[in-house]
């Protein structure tokens, strides 16, 4: 029997070379789709600029009326199926019933796992927090209009990759008509996530990520407390994505506790969600809040982190 060989120098040095240089192509090829379809910055801004010319869209008014008008005919642009789903609140005021709709964007309706993308998309009636004019006009730009011009830029290249689960934009109405701190919060997401309990729908949500100030010039994305206590996987999942991605906007620790429309996605429907908030957002309530306080560059960096991530996630498989 003939001997067997040690492998030479040569071909020792070749096979370490082959596996070093696998382990640096594996994860360029895995973010191939990143690289390819990449979210154009001047054209989400252009839609957070038309969302705004409409004025404040504070949930039942004209102006949140142009804003679905808006929505429903660009989405129909792109074959998407789209749901209304409606229903009345008691205006916190005077008590009178105020319309609210959540739109409801499919992407490939067919697919009985689905990801959740979501955003509130009415506007508070009042700048609270502002101090020379609390009861002055709130454009919302990142509070309320981000996530849309997001969403309709997003619009643009799902058709281009391949998502793991089925895709649904939901935007939420009635997130702050609050007139005061007493005032009921998140009418539209804790409707939604009522109904999805109650009524089991035959697709099911794997997961979901909330949008909620994505916008701002110095975008800074920390971790928030009740999406890390609730969500966990999901969380550090898109993270995950972004660190990988080398996207500095990420940062991977968490700072803020934020009582958003996550939760009752996450106590009611128990569908784990996190939230993308920047809420060291300086014109917060504000009448500053507008288009100048603002980036498409922050828009095009979320909704690319977002776009390989849909690619990628896998969540309690």
Avoid at 49 to 73: A, F, H, T, Y
Avoid at 106 to 115: F, H, T
Avoid at 292 to 308: F, H, I
Wanted: with cysteine.
């Amino acid at each position: 029997m003939p001997s067997l060989k040690a492998p030479s120098d040569r071909v020792t040095t070749f096979v370490v070379s082959l596996v070093v240089l696998l382990a640096v192509m594996l994860p360029a090829t895995s973010f191939a789709q990143q690289l390819n379809v990449t979210c154009d910055a001047g054209r989400a801004f252009g839609y957070l600029e038309q969302v705004c010319r409409i004025g404040p869209r504070i949930s039942g008014s004209d102006g949140m009326l142009k804003q679905q008008q808006l929505i429903i005919e660009h989405f129909q642009k792109f074959g998407c199926e789209i749901r209304a789903q409606s229903f009345d609140a008691a205006h916190p005021v005077n008590g009178q019933p105020v319309r609210m709709t959540n739109l409801i964007v499919s992407w490939n309706p067919r697919a009985k796992d689905r990801v959740l993308l979501c955003c509130h998309y009415d506007t508070r009636p009042y700048p609270d927090r502002d101090f020379f004019r609390p009861r002055g006009t709130f454009i919302g730009a990142n509070d309320g209009g981000s996530g849309v011009a997001l969403f309709m830029e997003l619009a643009h290249h799902l058709r281009q990759i391949q998502p793991t689960y089925g895709v649904d934009f939901v935007f939420f109405d009635g997130e702050e008509l609050v007139y005061s701190d007493r005032d009921k919060y998140f009418l539209g997401s804790e409707y939604f996530a009522t109904w999805y309990r109650d009524h089991p729908p035959e697709y099911r949500y794997v997961c979901g990520v909330l949008l909620d100030m994505v916008g701002g010039r110095r975008l800074k994305l920390y971790q928030e407390r009740n999406s890390v206590k609730l969500a966990r996987e999901v969380t550090q999942s898109v993270w995950d994505t972004a660190k990988r991605m080398r996207i500095r906007e990420f940062i991977d620790r968490v700072k803020h506790e934020v009582r958003d429309d996550h939760l009752p996605l996450n106590q009611i429907a128990r569908i784990p969600t996190c939230d993308l908030i920047d809420f060291d957002y300086s014109a917060w309530h504000t009448t500053k809040d507008l288009p100048s306080a603002c980036s498409g560059e922050s828009l095009a960096t979320v909704g690319n982190v977002l776009l390989q991530w849909l690619t990628e996630v896998r969540i309690g498989e």
